[in-house]
Nanobody
Framework: QVQLVESGGGLVQAGGSLRLSCAASGSFFNINAMGWYRQAPGKQRELVAVMLSGGSTDYADSVQGRFTISRDNAKNTVYLQMNSLKPEDTAVYYC????????????????WGQGTQVTVSS
């Protein structure tokens, strides 16, 4: 099993910054993709940013140039640096990881964090 612990959410004024962290722990062989999703009230959960183990990244168009995803493989931790925040960034942010559980199997499993609230005031 894999546990994800998120931190770093909060209330910030428009134009401000926040940094989210998500640490993975448990029993697994390695972590492939690590990413962040968000869900605003009344809306579907959407991808914010993702980073593969090799370093490739992808971002939602709405956050491109403002948010930066990074990971520390030694700590099994992924970060999301959010700058120039806007009220429309207000949402619950969820960490998501794709984990290979065993060296003897190729199967990968998805895990979700508990979510952390980010609120941006105008």
């Amino acid at each position: 099993q894999v546990q994800l612990v998120e931190s770093g959410g909060g209330l910030v004024q428009a134009g401000g910054s926040l940094r989210l962290s998500c640490a993975a722990s448990g029993s697994f062989f390695n972590i492939n993709a690590m990413g962040w999703y968000r869900q605003a009230p009344g809306k579907q959960r959407e991808l914010v940013a993702v980073m593969l183990s090799g370093g490739s990244t992808d971002y939602a168009d709405s956050v491109q140039g403002r948010f930066t995803i990074s990971r520390d493989n030694a700590k099994n931790t992924v970060y999301l640096q959010m700058n120039s925040l806007k009220p429309e960034d207000t949402a619950v942010y969820y960490c998501n990881v794709k984990v290979r559980l065993s060296a003897s199997r190729l199967y990968q499993k998805l895990y979700w964090g508990q979510g952390t609230q980010v609120t941006v005031s105008s």
